[in-house]
């Protein structure tokens, strides 16, 4: 089956990391761009990462220097690592895969909460 | 950087047509593909429509797509509307290796 399975997502503290993992299956992950979105309840959705098939890497600019992203083909796997969280980093964070490169984001994930409190 | 701007809310009866709107400010409609997400509450995203016009196979052809370079902005229309299309439509495009989304509208249908 062709999807996308978030991990990682939960409870931290303002200032705490958490590393956030998308599992692919189904399809050749490594020659798909991959991204993650977030959504805070309520509102819309952020686009906030987004690395390439020759691990070119692009942020949002309120989480450059915060946030990494990466991805390891051989475990079909992408990793949002997430430092210095903010209250305003909280949202359902959602894994997406770009067909073709030009931001069609075709398949997602069911995404996962993560809830940056005290 | 740039924006998209979406109506926050529209309505419409049962088997209307109706036209969501998406305005980019800084940057050429024209000059990066425009894409469109249905979300229902409680699920993911899905994409009715990318590259400005295209249909992703299982969407019915009641949806389409353009971009409108005169007004800088692209549409959604959605024709024969159904209950079921009642959820948020979201534009999204992209720009210098930066994606965004539209502040998504809210569809109902009723």
């Known amino acids: 089956e062709v999807q996308l399975v978030e991990s990682g997502g939960g409870l931290v503290q303002p200032g705490g990391s958490l590393r956030l993992s998308c599992a692919a299956s189904?399809?050749?992950?490594?020659?798909?761009?991959m991204h993650w979105v977030r959504q805070a309840t309520g509102k819309g959705l952020e686009w906030v990462s987004g690395?390439?098939?020759?691990?070119?890497?692009y942020y949002l600019g309120s989480v450059k220097g915060r946030f990494t992203i990466s991805r390891e083909n051989a475990k079909n796997s992408s990793y949002l690592q997430m430092n210095s969280l903010r209250a305003g980093d909280t949202a359902v964070y959602y894994c997406a895969r770009d067909n073709g490169g030009t931001g069609n984001f075709d398949l997602w994930g069911r995404g996962t909460l993560v809830s940056v409190s005290s | 950087n740039f924006m998209l701007t979406q109506p926050h809310s529209v309505s419409e009866s049962p088997g209307k047509t109706v036209t969501i709107s998406c305005t980019r400010s800084g940057g050429s409609i024209a000059s990066n593909y425009v894409q469109w997400y249905q979300q229902r509450p409680g699920s993911s995203p899905t994409t009715v429509i990318y590259e400005d016009n295209q249909r992703p196979s299982g969407v019915p052809d009641r949806f389409s797509g353009s971009i409108d370079s005169s007004s800088n902005s692209a549409s959604l229309t959605i024709s024969g509307l159904r209950t079921e299309d009642e959820a948020d439509y979201y534009c999204q495009s992209y720009d210098a290796s930066t994606f965004l989304f539209g502040g998504g509208t809210k569809l109902t249908v009723l």
């Open positions: 690395i390439g098939t020759s691990d070119d890497t």
């Open positions: 189904g399809f050749t992950f490594s020659s798909y761009d």
